[in-house]
C-alpha cells in the first residue's frame, strides 16, 4: 500500500507535526520505502494467533488505592518554557 | 592506566596502587583530548566526576567500599540524571535538565559509580548509526571514516577508544549489541523488565530495555548486578531475584547445548562475519558445548513486525513533547495548534518525525488491525519459534551483524537499507529474551560481534559462556589501531 501527498498531510495533522513543503516528497518517498517494508507482513499466516502486547505475557501490578509520593511543582515546572504562579502558559485558547 | 577493565580498576584501588581521584583525573584528560575526534560525549561532567571520586576515596579510606567504588563510568544520554542535562540526543530536548535521576543512575551512585559525563546516540534511539543525533554523529575509533552503530554508539565509541571502562545503554532493537559489535566492546540487552526503565526516556515501550556496556563479560556482569532488579516506579520490571553474576562466570561449558539458527546465515550475512562467527562456535564445540542445528522460521518477518510495533509505541510515547511542560518550543505561537505543530516540527530530526507519522499510519482508523494487530500476531509466532528452540538448548549463537562497520552516509538514501543492519538483533526484543554481543574477529580492519541469545532470566548463562570465551580468546583486548600507533 503506498501513500499520497494528502495523506501525509493528514497524518501530519493528526501527529501535530507540520511538514515543510520542502520535504513533503522526500517524507513521502521514506515512508513508503517503509511502507513496503511492513507490508511483507500479509503473507505471514496469523490465523487463530492471539497477538502479543507484553513478550513476557505480564499483567499491570496492582497496588492500594494511597499516596504513594508527592512532587515539588517548583522542580517539576522549572523545564516548562513559560510558567506563571504555578500554571503552563500556552497561546490563548478560549476567546 | 586507561586500559585497565572495571575488575582490574576494582583490584587496584584495593591495594592502594591509585585512587579514584587519579584514575578520574587520568580519564578526564584523556576524553579532553580526544573527545573533539569521535564526539563520543554530549556532556562532561569533570567538577562533579572529581567530587565524586574523592568522595568514594574517603569510604574506601573507611573501610565502607561498596562494589563500584570509585570506578568511572558513562551514562547514555537517555537516562535522566538530577540536575544534569539530558537530551536523548535531540534538538527537542537540547535544554532538558531532568528533576530527578533514573533508577539506574541512582543505583550506580549507591554502588559508589564516578560519574564522567552524558554520551553520544541516535536521536530518541531511533538510529542504527548514530547519524540522527542533533549534536552530530560519533565517529568510530577503529576507523573515523565509520559509524560506530547505533545508538548507543557514544558509549560504545567511548569503551573502543579507552575514555571510560564502563557504560549505561538501552537496546529497543539492537542499540546495545549492534554498537557493541561495530566498535568490538561487549554489551548486554537484558530480559525484558529485568533492569527497570524508570527515568529512561521511553521509545518503544514494550522492547526498551536499559543493559551495561564495557570491554569484557565479568565486567558487564559487574555493572548488571548493581543494574538488576525489582523497582516499584516501573510497572513493567519484574519482581524476581538477582543472581551473583559472578559466581558462576568461570564454570566450565562441557554439556553446554548451543543453538545455531540456519536463518541467521543466509543470504545477507558478510562471508567474512560469517567465518568469524564460525570459528567463534569452534572454540565453544573445543570447550565442550554441543553444535545443534536449530530453525527460527519466522525470523525474516521480525523486522517488518519491529517496524510497525516500534513506530506504534514511539508515535504514543513522543506525543508528550508538546512544548508546554517540557523540552523546545517554536517562537511567537499564534495558538495553540500552531504552538504544537512548529515545535514539534523544529524540536524533532527527519528519522523521529518518520517513525512518529508511521506510526500514526498504522493506528489510524482502518489500518490497526491490518497493520499494529497483524505485528503483534507475528511476534507471537517470533516468541514461540524461541521457546521451541530453547526447550532444545541453554542458548542460541549467531552473527550479532550482517557486516562491520559502514561508512557514514553510505545507508543514507534508503530508510529500509539501515533497518536491515538490525536484521539478527531485533527479534530478541520482539521475544523479550536477553541476548548479548562479544567481539569475535575483525573483517577488513574492523571488528564483528558473535551474538549469544539466551532464555528468559538466563543473563547468568550467557555472562559464562562470554566469559569462557574471552578467557580463551583475545579479541576482546584488542584495541582500535589508532590507539596503540599514538601510544607507541
Known amino acids: 500500500m503506498s501513500i499520497q501527498r494528502a495523506d501525509i498531510e493528514k497524518l501530519a495533522e493528526l501527529a501535530r507535526i507540520h511538514v515543510n513543503e520542502d520535504t513533503v516528497t522526500a517524507t513521502t518517498l521514506g515512508i513508503n520505502r517503509v511502507l513496503e517494508l511492513i507490508d511483507q507482513l500479509r503473507a505471514a499466516d496469523t490465523t487463530g494467533i ?18 504513594s509520593e508527592t512532587i515539588d511543582r517548583d522542580a517539576l515546572q522549572a523545564a516548562a518554557p513559560a510558567v506563571e504562579a504555578g500554571l503552563y502558559l500556552v497561546p490563548k485558547v478560549v476567546e | 592506566m586507561h586500559d585497565l577493565t572495571l575488575a582490574q580498576m576494582c583490584h587496584g584501588l584495593a591495594r592502594r596502587d591509585f585512587s579514584s581521584a587519579e584514575l578520574t583525573r587520568h580519564l578526564l584528560e584523556r576524553i579532553g583530548t580526544a573527545n573533539p575526534r569521535y564526539n563520543a560525549f554530549i556532556t562532561t561532567t569533570p567538577e562533579t566526576a572529581l567530587a565524586q571520586a574523592a568522595a568514594a576515596d574517603q569510604r574506601r579510606a573507611a573501610g565502607d567500599a561498596p562494589a563500584l567504588c570509585g570506578l568511572p563510568i558513562a551514562h547514555k544520554d537517555i537516562f535522566c540524571t538530577r540536575g544534569l542535562r539530558t537530551s536523548c540526543g535531540s534538538r527537542m530536548l537540547d535544554n532538558f535538565v531532568p528533576p530527578y535521576d533514573a533508577t539506574v543512575v541512582e543505583r550506580l551512585a549507591a554502588a559508589g559509580a564516578v560519574v564522567l559525563g552524558k554520551t553520544n546516540m541516535d536521536e530518541f534511539a531511533m538510529g542504527s548509526s548514530n547519524e540522527t543525533s542533533y549534536y552530530g554523529p560519533v565517529k568510530n575509533p577503529w576507523a573515523t571514516t565509520c559509524v560506530p552503530g547505533g545508538s548507543s554508539g557514544g558509549s560504545a565509541a567511548a569503551l573502543a577508544a579507552r575514555l571510560v571502562p564502563g557504560a549505561t545503554a538501552s537496546d529497543t532493537g539492537g542499540s546495545i549489541r549492534q554498537p557493541a559489535a561495530l566498535c568490538g566492546v561487549t554489551g548486554l540487552k537484558p530480559t525484558y523488565g529485568r533492569v527497570s526503565r524508570w527515568g529512561m526516556i521511553a521509545f518503544a515501550s514494550s522492547l526498551d530495555q536499559a543493559g ?34 559472578a559466581a558462576t562466570l568461570e564454570q566450565p561449558l562441557a554439556g553446554l547445548r548451543i543453538g545455531v539458527p540456519d536463518e541467521y546465515f543466509g543470504a545477507g550475512l558478510n562471508p567474512g562475519t560469517e567465518r568469524a562467527v564460525r570459528e567463534a562456535l569452534a572454540e565453544f564445540q ?16 521480525a523486522v517488518p513486525a519491529y517496524y510497525v510495533i516500534a513506530p506504534t509505541e514511539a508515535s504514543a510515547n513522543l506525543a508528550r513533547f508538546d512544548g ?16 504544537y505543530m512548529r515545535s514539534r516540527e523544529e524540536g524533532f530530526g527527519d528519522e523521529v518525525k518518520r517513525r512518529i507519522l508511521i ?31 530453547f526447550a532444545k538448548v541453554d542458548l542460541i549463537l549467531g552473527p550479532t551483524c550482517p557486516n562491520p562497520a559502514f561508512a557514514f552516509g553510505a545507508k543514507g538514501g534508503d530508510p529500509v537499507a539501515m533497518y536491515l543492519e538490525d536484521i539478527y538483533t531485533i527479534a530478541a526484543n520482539l521475544a523479550g529474551l536477553p541476548a548479548l554481543s562479544v567481539p569475535c574477529g575483525l573483517v577488513d580492519a574492523k571488528p564483528v560481534g558473535l551474538q549469544i541469545i539466551g532464555n528468559y532470566f538466563d543473563e547468568a548463562r550467557m555472562l559464562n559462556a562470554a566469559h569462557r570465551y574471552q578467557l580463551a580468546t583475545g579479541w576482546h583486548r584488542l584495541a582500535p589501531p589508532a590507539l596503540t600507533e599514538a601510544a607507541a
Open chain 2, 324 to 339: 508546554v511542560r517540557y523540552g523546545h518550543r517554536c517562537a511567537d505561537p499564534v495558538d495553540l495548534r500552531d504552538l
Open chain 2, 286 to 301: 573445543r570447550q565442550g558445548a554441543h553444535l545443534v542445528a536449530i530453525s527460527l522460521p519466522h525470523s525474516g518477518l
Open chain 2, 359 to 389: 506510526g500514526t499510519y498504522c493506528l489510524s482508523a482502518g489500518y490497526y488491525d491490518a497493520y499494529y494487530n497483524k505485528a503483534q500476531q507475528v511476534r507471537r509466532l517470533i516468541r514461540q519459534d524461541f521457546l521451541d528452540a
Open chain 1, 50 to 67: 492471539a497477538p502479543l502486547a507484553n513478550p513476557l505475557d505480564a499483567t499491570q501490578r496492582l497496588r492500594e488505592d494511597l499516596v
Open chain 2, 212 to 245: 551495561p556496556m564495557a570491554r569484557t563479560a565479568e565486567d558487564v556482569a559487574l555493572l548488571l548486578q548493581v543494574m538488576a532488579g525489582f523497582d516499584a516506579r516501573d510497572s513493567t520490571c519484574l519482581d524476581r531475584p538477582v543472581p551473583d553474576y
